[in-house]
């Protein structure tokens, strides 16, 4: 079975990311590079800090990092479809929009920074419900290295409580299970 990567290398990955070429003035102007590889790399360096939060944030926590670093996953998160069907290897290729209405966890995903996007739904719900409330709830606990701290993001969508960290989880297990059944190989950063 062939298998893409986002620069359009058939096989067993590549090289990295295809860069943009540098052009002469006649030519044109400079194009950015907009591989969905490159936004995968972002929405997983979010997760490793919603991880270590959400896990382990040493003796240090504030309030609003739970909230702010939940955000700034799922939006990376969501905004990776947008990348998928606009890149120039992939993008045609298949259907993500379909993809997200079939997986609870991006659905939820998609409502949630929907919601923050535009002060509420202005379209209606993935996921059939409304974002309600969001909670932070943080934790400390004494170990023998001192005070480990931690914060965790509560969603609550139709009534339903979704632990922001584990949902962000599920996200990025449903993107990788897109990929692989897809046979689109991600370009490493």
């Not at 067993?12 to 002469?24: N, P, T």
């Not at 609870?104 to 995903?109: E, H, K």
Request: a positive charge.
């Amino acid at each position: 079975m062939r298998s893409l990567s986002s620069s359009g290398r058939v096989g067993e990955g590549s090289e990295g990311l295809r860069r943009a070429e540098r052009r002469h003035e006649n030519d044109g102007p400079i194009q950015m590079d907009y591989s969905f590889s490159r936004k995968y790399h972002a929405m997983m360096r979010a997760y490793a800090k919603l991880q270590i939060i959400s896990t382990d944030n040493g003796p240090n926590i504030v309030n609003t990092d739970a909230a702010d670093l939940a955000e700034a996953f799922f939006n990376q998160c969501h905004h990776l479809k947008d990348w998928i069907k606009k890149d120039p290897v992939i993008g045609g290729k298949v259907d993500v929009e379909a993809y997200i209405n079939k997986v609870g966890a991006l659905r939820i995903n998609a409502d949630y920074c929907n919601s923050l996007k535009h002060a509420g739904l202005d379209r209606g719900s993935r996921s059939g419900a409304q974002v309600e409330d969001v909670r932070t709830h943080i934790k400390m606990d004494m170990t023998t290295k001192g005070f480990v701290s931690s914060a965790q993001l509560e969603i609550i969508l139709g009534g339903k409580r979704y632990n922001a960290y584990k949902l962000a989880t599920d996200c990025v297990a449903a993107w990788k299970t897109f990929f692989a059944r897809n046979s689109i190989i991600i370009d490493p950063p």
